[in-house]
């Protein structure tokens, strides 16, 4: 399962700096079909890495920065300025040079690529999406798992094998890499300190139904076994009317969903206005703690969201990834009574056992784990849920891994991304613990883990069949031409035949299933990981929301009665 990670600065590097390194390693042979040994390859590349982050240190692009003021877009201090010079005068003028991206990991990495190709595309560069077109090949990643490092390692030296046979007459390719080099500044696009609000991301959503918008980036959670600090560095927020700009903009354009991304999403906190910054402190669920001292003031996460799910009643809203700790119950309630708002919510877990989890300092037990997944339940009926595991964390015994396996049939999750732990340098755990459970302990229990969730799936996701769901359709399904699928309010994939159906109700006759559409769906079976149904008719997420503020004011009357009951 792909997840991925960041990139940084391109921007106010001094001129003996080249921001982005154009990779041309001497490592590579001169035929591409030459077999090189293992040992060979982890040589080239240890050299290739070598290479990369000989350039310039983190300290040299403050120093950058510091040597032009006025072009600061956030400096430490959170001082605001209009100008800004994302691009090096070398590399100002794209003359239509052809730019090629690939971009590996997580939606954050995505909305990155987005950025990038905003800055490049007002500079009269051109995105081809055909390789062998282009001039430019920028590769978007992260190391925040060695995994993804590994690939990009792979791929370069691929694309150099390509460069080199690439006939003398034409223009030479120029091979990049926007990714995290820790404190290198070198070979990075986006800062650790911007925001970005001021660049409107240049969205490339398949058939432009659905699309995603950064609100925040970084975290200050400082988990143990996380690098996502250093690579994208402490918590800074977009003010409140860039983001709604972009969804306006969004919803102008007919996007269905919008996806709101930060690494620790729900943490938002716009302090850009004097106005936003009282002295309230920050809400936290119930019997979680943070490592830093609770911040005080500015629009938080439950205000954004309020807001954005006005801007249209017929856009979905969603977001990811948060954080159990940043879930008050104002967020909760709003989730639960606002329509457009999604009914799931991304719950990342990562461990069962609470002494798995004080060594991972996620600033909660499994206790208060499992108090916050009854109130959600609770306050938001039939809120489907998802999570994160890591498996084989450093100390993690048979009896922690035998609670998370618990922990996972108590909850019942229809989605979940799990992992074996890969230690990362520069993490707290790297510093101060071990790494102890054998490779084949942690893989021996992932797959059980797996296994379970499965297992739970199956079952959570059989209570849909015979109900019926509002899908939003995405297109074709992946695996017969004849299906189309979409996903449900809970994040569901559903998979059904692609035949016309009843139009809207204030239409007659019938009227084929297109991407984008809302359409009612009868779920007739269940797997773990999706479901199956057959098309109703057209409909409208207005529509469905109405029938659904009806059901929750019934859940609430009916709720009250038992409680003035009971007492």
Not at 142 to 170: D, G, P, V
Not at 189 to 196: A, K, M, N, P, V
Not at 530 to 552: D, I, M, P, W, Y
């Amino acid at each position: 399962m792909k997840y991925l990670g960041i990139l940084k600065p391109l921007f106010n590097v001094p001129h003996q700096w080249i921001p982005v390194r154009c990779v041309q390693p001497r490592y590579c042979s001169k035929s591409a079909n030459t077999t090189v040994s293992s040992r060979e390859k982890r040589t080239t590349v240890g050299k290739f890495k070598n290479h990369i982050f000989s350039g310039p240190t983190f300290q040299d692009f403050i120093k950058g920065l510091n040597n032009n003021n006025h072009n600061k877009s956030f400096a430490v201090d959170g001082e605001h300025s209009d100008k800004h010079d994302y691009l090096p005068e070398h590399l100002d003028m794209g003359n239509s040079r052809k730019v090629y991206f690939e971009t590996y990991g997580c939606q954050m990495n995505v909305n990155d690529t987005e950025i990038a190709w905003s800055i490049l595309q007002k500079k009269g560069y051109q995105r081809t999406v055909y390789l062998n077109e282009a001039d430019v090949v920028l590769l978007v990643t992260c190391s925040i798992r060695e995994k993804a490092e590994q690939t990009i390692w792979n791929r370069l030296q691929q694309l150099t094998a390509m460069k080199k046979k690439r006939l003398k007459t034409h223009t030479p390719m120029k091979i990049g890499i926007l990714a995290d080099g820790g404190n290198q500044a070198s070979n990075v696009l986006l800062s650790l300190e911007e925001t970005y609000a001021d660049i409107m991301p240049v969205h490339h959503a398949p058939q432009g139904y659905s699309a995603f918008v950064s609100i925040m980036r970084g975290c200050d959670n400082m988990c143990s076994y996380c690098i996502v600090p250093f690579t994208r560095g402490r918590e800074r927020s977009r003010p409140v009317s860039s983001i709604l700009e972009e969804v306006r903009m969004l919803s102008d354009q007919g996007v269905k969903e919008v996806t709101l991304l930060g690494q620790n999403v729900n943490s938002y906190r716009d302090t850009s206005e004097q106005q936003f910054c009282g002295s309230d402190p920050t809400r936290l669920s119930r019997g979680f703690k943070t490592v830093y001292r609770l911040k005080q003031g500015g629009v938080r996460f439950s205000d954004l969201l309020d807001q954005v799910s006005r801007i249209d009643p017929d856009m979905r809203i969603r977001f990811t990834s948060p954080h159990p700790k940043d879930f008050p119950d104002e967020v909760l309630h709003l989730i639960a009574e606002r329509g457009n708002i999604c009914n799931q919510i991304h719950l990342p877990a990562q461990s069962g056992s609470s002494q798995v989890l004080k060594a991972m300092r996620r600033g909660y037990t499994r206790e208060a784990y499992l108090d916050l997944v009854k109130n959600i339940k609770q306050i938001i009926p039939g809120v489907s849920l998802s999570s994160d595991f890591i498996s084989g964390f450093c100390g993690e015994s048979e009896d922690d891994h035998q609670q998370t396996l618990s922990l996972i049939r108590e909850v019942g999750y229809n989605v979940g991304f799990l992992f074996a732990y890969s230690m990362r340098k520069k993490t707290h755990a790297f510093h101060q613990l071990q790494d102890d459970v054998p490779a084949e302990v942690k893989q021996r229990r992932l797959e059980e883990c797996i296994s379970v969730f499965r297992e739970e799936a199956v079952k959570v996701n059989s209570g849909l069949i015979g109900s019926t769901q509002l899908i939003l359709v995405e297109g074709e399904s992946k695996r017969s031409a004849e299906d189309l699928c979409g996903r449900t309010d809970g994040n569901m994939k559903v998979i059904f035949p692609k035949e016309d159906v009843a139009a809207q109700p204030a239409e007659s006759g019938t009227a084929p299933i297109c991407a984008g559409d809302y359409v009612l769906v009868k779920i007739l079976s269940a797997s773990s990981q999706s479901l199956k149904g057959r098309a109703l008719g057209h409909s409208s997420l207005r529509r469905s929301v109405k029938h659904r503020e009806t059901q929750f004011d019934e859940f609430v009357a009916s709720d009250t009665t038992m409680m003035e009951a009971y007492h």
